[in-house]
């Protein structure tokens, strides 16, 4: 495997695309709540958020070994390394330019069903990631990157998601709610990666809410977080419909037991536990998804979900 190859692998960060298809799944889970499903624009959705994310990611890495070269970051600016690490992070520019126009066709794909709107959404998404990796200051250097978190993959994608599928519905309830509970947990993985990187983001200039306040810190925002989406699904309000009441019991749970063993390490030296709680917080993730497509999956008898529907 060559240098290029492993750079675009490590850079693209696969364990992170998860995030995408949860933001997704939730916004299809409000469709169900609102009404039905549309298998093709659904598809189309989930290639778009998985692709935009992945030229964030790629350009994300551009952005970091550019940095790192220019503060001689682990001995990166000296002539030999300097010369090989810019020529990788140019190729990895080039790799995000590409698959962010495979990306926006994807997105365009979507405009037979939410027209300018749509449109509308792009540009606005594409405006929001300028400032977060690129701009003056990027954002992502910056404690408020988590914010761009919670907005990214929860208002914006969990409503566009839902707009694409309904875009006449009135019913916003179940779009709001499902944007707090993804948008949340997704924050918590982002301050889960930043714990995990405290000493390489520390060493590259990145002032993340971890490195800014430590973890000490930290874990009141991600048990903060957690708390919220657990009381969101004890009390299930008709906006969430899990298929059981103790279905959404089950889930707080032990969302909260793992959220409370997260909280009791974090202060500690991010060596010795970091890779762990970014494990327990994926897997926080991943068993929200598979209850989000255990909905969807049930409402194939309860609602309607359109296998080919294309105009």
């Given at each position: 495997m060559n240098t290029l190859t492993k750079a675009i692998i490590k850079y693209t960060h696969p364990s992170s695309l998860i995030l995408s298809v949860g933001a997704i799944m939730a916004g299809l889970t409000a469709s169900v709540i609102r009404g039905g499903i549309t298998f093709f624009p659904a598809l189309m959705t989930l290639i778009f958020a998985i692709l935009l994310q992945?030229?964030?990611?790629?350009?994300?890495?551009?952005?970091?070994?550019?940095?790192?070269?220019?503060?001689?970051?682990?001995?990166?600016?000296?002539?030999?390394?300097?010369?090989?690490?810019l020529a990788v992070a140019n190729l990895l520019k080039v790799v995000a330019n590409a698959v962010v126009i495979l990306a926006v066709t994807a997105g365009l794909a979507?405009?037979?069903?939410?027209?300018?709107?749509?449109?509308?959404?792009?540009a606005v998404i594409i405006v929001i990631l300028y400032f977060y990796l690129a701009g003056p200051h990027p954002i992502v250097r910056t404690p408020w990157s988590n914010i761009v978190t919670f907005l990214l993959f929860g208002p914006i994608a969990v409503s566009g998601t839902a707009i694409v599928q309904m875009p006449e519905s009135s019913e916003w309830l179940p779009v709001i709610v499902y944007s707090v509970i993804n948008g949340l947990m997704a924050s918590n993985t982002h301050i889960a990666i930043q714990y995990l990187r405290y000493n390489e983001d520390k060493s590259n200039g990145f002032h993340s809410i971890v490195n800014e306040k430590g973890g000490s810190f930290a874990r009141f925002i991600y048990l903060g977080n957690t708390v919220i989406v657990a009381l969101i699904l004890i009390i299930r309000p008709t906006a969430v419909e899990f298929v059981s009441h103790w279905v959404g019991i089950a889930v707080a749970a032990v969302l909260l037991v793992s959220s409370a063993w997260v909280f009791a390490h974090m202060h500690r030296d991010p060596a010795k536990v970091s890779r762990l709680i970014r494990s327990v917080t994926m897997d926080q993730y991943i068993l929200l998804i598979i209850v989000l497509l255990a909905i969807n999956l049930y409402a194939l008898d309860d609602f309607h979900i359109y296998f080919f529907h294309l105009l």
């Open positions: 992945i030229s964030g990611n790629i350009y994300h890495g551009y952005t970091y070994l550019n940095h790192a070269v220019a503060k001689n970051i682990s001995g990166m600016g000296d002539p030999e390394s300097k010369r090989g690490n979507l405009f037979s069903f939410v027209g300018w709107l749509g449109v509308a959404y792009l």
